[in-house]
C-alpha cells in the first residue's frame, strides 16, 4: 500500500499530542491500521498514534452467517460508540463494513490509495492443477463464502455450484478450505484483503466485470481504506487530510452513494465496479441481483466526476437506472423476506 502523500507536515502542536486510533483486532484489520499509522507518522511527526483493537460482534460469533445478523453496523457498532464517546479519536475501517449512513455527529473522514477491489477465486491446494476457473468447477462443487452478493451474482452465471457459509479470517478460511476432510473446492475473497496479507499467491483467477468467466462486480467500497472521526474534532479530521487519495475518495463516494440510494446493507446483492478514464470521467457500473441469481438488473453510466458533491449524484442517477431496470422489485422481495424472519435474526450484542 503507498500513500499519495509524500512531504512531512510539522504539525503545529506545542507538545507532542496523542491519537488515539480504533481498529477491529483481526489481524487484517490491524495491519491496515499499522498502514495508516505509517502514512499518519511520516505526514505528522510530532503526533504519537496509539492503536487500541477491540472485537467486533461478528468477530466474537464466527459460526452465525453474516446475512443471519440483524441491523447495519456489524463491523462498526462498537468502535463507533467509543469514538462519540472519546475514548477514540478515529477509527480505521474496511471500508466495505462501513454503513453508508453513519450515527449522528460522526464522518467519514478520509480515504486511503485504494488497493485491488476485485473478488478472487482461491482454489483448494490438492485442486489447484485441476481447477483454475469458477468454469471448471463441475456440478455440485462446493464455493465457500458467507456473501450474498457474491452467491447471488456467481448462481446467476453458474447455477450448477453449491454454497456453504465459510468465517473466520484469511488464515482460517484458507485451512479449511485445504483441509483434506474439507469439501470446499474453492474460495471468493477480495484480493485487497490476499494482497495486504501478502497471501497473492494463492489467486486463481479474478472476477472483475470483463473477464471471461468472471462476470462478478464487487462490494461498495471494497479494497478501500475509510477513516471515521468525529465531526466537530477539527484537529484529527485536519491531520487526515493529507493522506486522502482524491481519486479513490470521489469512486468509492459514488459507490456509496449507489447504496445509500437503494438503501442497501451487507445482506443486499449489490455489486459495483468503478474505473476512471481519460478526462475526469468516472464509469460506474451496478448491478443487483435476487438471492437465488435468477433476476438481476444492471446499470452502467459514464459521467466526468470532480468532487464529492458531483460524486453522491453521479450514485444517485445510477442508483435511479438500476431501479428503473428492475432492482426495487428485487429489494422488495429481499426486504419482504428480511421482515418476515426478523424474530430469527441474531440480535446485536453490544461489547
Same mark, same amino acid.
Given at each position: 500500500?503507498?500513500?499519495?502523500?509524500?512531504?512531512?507536515?510539522?504539525?503545529?502542536?506545542?507538545?507532542?499530542?496523542?491519537?488515539?486510533?480504533?481498529?477491529?483486532?483481526?489481524?487484517?484489520?490491524?495491519?491496515?491500521?499499522?498502514?495508516?499509522?505509517?502514512?499518519?507518522?511520516?505526514?505528522?511527526?510530532?503526533?504519537?498514534?496509539?492503536?487500541?483493537?477491540?472485537?467486533?460482534?461478528?468477530?466474537?460469533?464466527?459460526?452465525?452467517?453474516?446475512?443471519?445478523?440483524?441491523?447495519?453496523?456489524?463491523?462498526?457498532?462498537?468502535?463507533?460508540?467509543?469514538?462519540?464517546?472519546?475514548?477514540?479519536?478515529?477509527?480505521?475501517?474496511?471500508?466495505?463494513?462501513?454503513?453508508?449512513?453513519?450515527?449522528?455527529?460522526?464522518?467519514?473522514?478520509?480515504?486511503?490509495?485504494?488497493?485491488?477491489?476485485?473478488?478472487?477465486?482461491?482454489?483448494?491446494?490438492?485442486?489447484?492443477?485441476?481447477?483454475?476457473?469458477?468454469?471448471?468447477?463441475?456440478?455440485?462443487?462446493?464455493?465457500?463464502?458467507?456473501?450474498?452478493?457474491?452467491?447471488?451474482?456467481?448462481?446467476?452465471?453458474?447455477?450448477?455450484?453449491?454454497?456453504?457459509?465459510?468465517?473466520?479470517?484469511?488464515?482460517?478460511?484458507?485451512?479449511?478450505?485445504?483441509?483434506?476432510? @474439507?469439501?470446499?473446492?474453492?474460495?471468493?475473497?477480495?484480493?485487497?484483503?490476499?494482497?495486504?496479507?501478502?497471501?497473492?499467491?494463492?489467486?486463481?483467477?479474478?472476477?472483475?466485470?470483463?473477464?471471461?468467466?468472471?462476470?462478478?462486480?464487487?462490494?461498495?467500497?471494497?479494497?478501500?481504506? @475509510?477513516?471515521?472521526?468525529?465531526?466537530?474534532?477539527?484537529?484529527?479530521?485536519?491531520?487526515?487530510?493529507?493522506?486522502?487519495?482524491?481519486?479513490?475518495?470521489?469512486?468509492?463516494?459514488?459507490?456509496?452513494?449507489?447504496?445509500?440510494?437503494?438503501?442497501?446493507?451487507?445482506?443486499?446483492?449489490?455489486?459495483?465496479?468503478?474505473?476512471?478514464?481519460? @478526462?475526469?470521467?468516472?464509469?460506474?457500473?451496478?448491478?443487483?441481483?435476487?438471492?437465488?441469481?435468477?433476476?438481476?438488473?444492471?446499470?452502467?453510466?459514464?459521467?466526468?466526476?470532480?468532487?464529492?458533491?458531483?460524486?453522491?449524484?453521479?450514485?444517485?442517477?445510477?442508483?435511479?437506472?438500476?431501479?428503473?431496470?428492475?432492482?426495487?422489485?428485487?429489494?422488495?422481495?429481499?426486504?419482504?423476506?428480511?421482515?418476515?424472519?426478523?424474530?430469527?435474526?441474531?440480535?446485536?450484542?453490544?461489547?
Amino acid at each position: 500500500m503507498s500513500t499519495s502523500a509524500t512531504q512531512p507536515i510539522i504539525t503545529p502542536f506545542a507538545q507532542m499530542t496523542t491519537i488515539k486510533v480504533g481498529t477491529r483486532k483481526s489481524a487484517l484489520a490491524l495491519k491496515q491500521a499499522d498502514y495508516v499509522v505509517s502514512a499518519l507518522s511520516k505526514l505528522h511527526p510530532t503526533v504519537n498514534f496509539e492503536v487500541r483493537g477491540m472485537h467486533s460482534a461478528a468477530d466474537k460469533d464466527k459460526v452465525t452467517a453474516l446475512y443471519k445478523f440483524g441491523g447495519k453496523g456489524l463491523w462498526t457498532n462498537e468502535l463507533e460508540a467509543e469514538l462519540s464517546a472519546g475514548d477514540l479519536d478515529m477509527i480505521v475501517h474496511s471500508l466495505k463494513d462501513m454503513p453508508t449512513s453513519l450515527p449522528e455527529g460522526l464522518v467519514l473522514a478520509c480515504i486511503t490509495p485504494r488497493e485491488d477491489p476485485r473478488d478472487v477465486v482461491v482454489v483448494k491446494k490438492a485442486l489447484e492443477e485441476k481447477y483454475k476457473t469458477l468454469a471448471d468447477l463441475p456440478e455440485g462443487a462446493v464455493v465457500g463464502t458467507s456473501s450474498v452478493r457474491r452467491m447471488a451474482q456467481i448462481r446467476r452465471r453458474y447455477p450448477h455450484l453449491r454454497f456453504k457459509d465459510m468465517r473466520g479470517n484469511i488464515d482460517t478460511r484458507l485451512k479449511k478450505l485445504d483441509a483434506e476432510d @474439507g469439501e470446499f473446492s474453492v474460495l471468493i475473497l477480495a484480493a485487497a484483503g490476499l494482497h495486504r496479507m501478502d497471501q497473492h499467491a494463492r489467486i486463481s483467477q479474478y472476477l472483475e466485470a470483463d473477464t471471461e468467466g468472471g462476470g462478478m462486480l464487487h462490494a461498495v467500497g471494497q479494497g478501500g481504506l @475509510g477513516i471515521e472521526a468525529r465531526a466537530d474534532d477539527k484537529k484529527t479530521l485536519d491531520i487526515l487530510k493529507q493522506l486522502e487519495d482524491v481519486p479513490a475518495m470521489l469512486a468509492c463516494e459514488a459507490e456509496r452513494s449507489v447504496m445509500r440510494t437503494l438503501e442497501g446493507g451487507c445482506s443486499i446483492p449489490i455489486g459495483v465496479e468503478t474505473q476512471w478514464l481519460e @478526462g475526469d470521467k468516472l464509469r460506474l457500473t451496478g448491478t443487483v441481483v435476487n438471492v437465488e441469481g435468477t433476476e438481476a438488473a444492471d446499470a452502467e453510466r459514464t459521467e466526468v466526476i470532480k468532487t464529492r458533491e458531483e460524486a453522491v449524484e453521479f450514485g444517485k442517477r445510477v442508483a435511479k437506472e438500476l431501479t428503473d431496470n428492475g432492482a426495487q422489485k428485487i429489494l422488495d422481495v429481499i426486504n419482504e423476506d428480511r421482515e418476515a424472519n426478523r424474530d430469527k435474526a441474531q440480535p446485536f450484542i453490544p461489547a
